[in-house]
């Protein structure tokens, strides 16, 4: 058995992980890239949101590199990445391309349920085989999400452009490279030690936008045009709505690590914007616009798929937070046909604004 999944951001970092602990081939997809896109559109059906072409285009690549065995999540409600691990099967059987899928629903009522399903790659191993590798994997989230949140505070403010980018570059590497919990601890040990290397100004005007919307496009920096780049370099602090680690804990551990930080605190913030559940990431967007304008940022983006229902109901809502709360926000929708030319010309402009506002802010209170 050789197991690929979807390429979506570092997620590769954590299910390698998981999977190599317990002795299962993992055959990666390369990066995401334009020929992936380009397989993907090539074989997908015209409406399907961009998530589902790079998927297939992940896969296809895959193949080529000797995989045999699909690991894709699942979903329920009205988004329909739900139904797209399915459509994605149909299709690569369509194309004479032989994969055995499995699908990693969420829970509805236990951990157990995932465990099951997990039991499906991972043979006749132990559960508590089973168990040590799903927290290695988990483990490897938290710290690739630590790396990225190091990476939101320096880049704005580094004396020597690129050097935060090197950083996570080679963070995420020796923590890829890790096989045991005592190594990986040591490379994110080492790897906090490179960031606070990095020479910054720390009395830069920084602002602070928050990333808001769909988990893929948030995620994966091929479909984001890397956003976050390009915003750190604008002189702008992120901060991502949904990381890797929370949305493990959420959504297939139920909530099994205690004092973790958790979308949940968006969604107590939605109302009455938005009083129930739309599909997708859509209630958390519009209570993540909400919670951060109370937290005190300059603005921010909600990022998400053409054609991304859920994502649609929170834009036609986001408006009227914007209004109420004072804080500018700005909607970017990718699709295959997204130029990162334009994008980052229209971000450029966003943070202009947001300059502006801030100093005339200033101005009236000095």
Avoid at 77 to 88: L, S, T
Avoid at 260 to 280: D, E, I, M, Q, W
Avoid at 338 to 365: C, I, P
């Amino acid at each position: 058995m050789k197991v690929t999944f979807p390429h979506m951001g570092y997620t590769y970092v954590s299910l390698k992980g998981m999977l190599e602990y317990l002795g299962i081939e993992v055959i990666v997809p390369p990066p995401c890239s334009k020929r992936t896109l380009t397989l993907g559109a090539k074989h997908s059906p015209e409406f399907a949101c961009l998530p589902l072409k790079l998927n297939i285009g992940n896969f296809l690549e895959a193949k080529e590199l000797g995989a045999d065995t699909i690991m894709m999540a699942g979903g329920c409600g009205p988004c329909r990445f739900g139904y797209y691990a399915y459509v994605e099967h149909e299709i690569l059987k369509d194309l004479q391309v032989g994969y055995k899928l499995v699908v990693m629903e969420p829970p509805e009522r236990h951990i157990g349920e995932l465990l099951g399903r997990i039991r499906e790659i991972t043979g006749q191993r132990s559960w508590l085989q089973v168990i040590k590798a799903i927290r290695f994997g988990y483990l490897k989230a938290k710290a690739v999400d630590e790396i990225e949140r190091m990476s939101y505070y320096t880049r704005p403010r580094e004396l020597r452009t690129g050097a935060t980018d090197r950083a996570v570059e080679q963070g995420i590497q020796e923590i890829d490279q890790a096989k045991t919990p005592e190594s990986l601890a040591a490379a994110l040990n080492e790897a906090k030690a490179r960031f606070s290397a990095i020479s910054v100004d720390s009395n830069r005007t920084v602002l602070k936008v928050a990333l808001i919307g769909e988990i893929y496009t948030l995620l994966e920096p091929f479909a984001n045009v890397n956003i976050e780049r390009h915003l750190g370099r604008l002189g702008v602090e992120v901060d991502r709505s949904i990381m890797l680690s929370e949305w493990i804990n959420d959504h297939l551990f139920m909530g099994l690590v205690k004092n973790a930080r958790s979308t949940a605190r968006f969604k107590k913030v939605a109302p009455p914007y938005l009083n129930h559940f739309v599909g997708g990431h859509g209630e958390e967007t519009v209570g993540s616009a909400v919670w951060y304008a109370q937290e005190g940022f300059r603005g921010a983006i909600q990022v998400l798929p053409f054609t991304c229902m859920p994502e649609i109901v929170a834009q036609s809502i986001l408006p009227k937070v914007s209004e109420d709360k004072g804080m500018p926000l700005m909607t970017l929708i990718i699709d295959e046909h997204a130029g990162e030319a334009g994008l980052v010309t229209r971000l450029e402009a966003f943070v202009d604004l947001l300059y502006r506002k801030n100093e005339q802010k200033e101005a009236l209170l000095s």
